[in-house]
């Protein structure tokens, strides 16, 4: 079974978020800022990978946001 997700993120600062996140995406895993936005995309075969990565992606815009905030 093919998962398939994507998931739109509003902030100030996207394109900064995607840059510190970039190194970390797989090749079934993408993310890109589009006007104001970070756009992540997940392609994967089971359900619980599915989660964990956009798990993932969301603690790590959560505290790449937090850190950009006190610069």
Not at 10 to 34: F, G, I, M, N
Not at 45 to 70: H, R
């Amino acid at each position: 079974m093919l998962c398939h997700a994507r998931l739109e993120i509003e902030s100030k600062d996207a394109e900064r978020v995607v840059k510190a996140l970039k190194p970390d995406d797989p090749e079934w895993c993408r993310c890109y800022a589009d006007d104001g936005k970070i756009v992540i995309i997940v392609e994967v075969e089971k359900v619980g990978t599915l989660l964990s990565a956009l798990d993932d992606y969301l603690m790590n815009i959560k505290m790449c946001e937090k850190i950009l905030e006190t610069l």
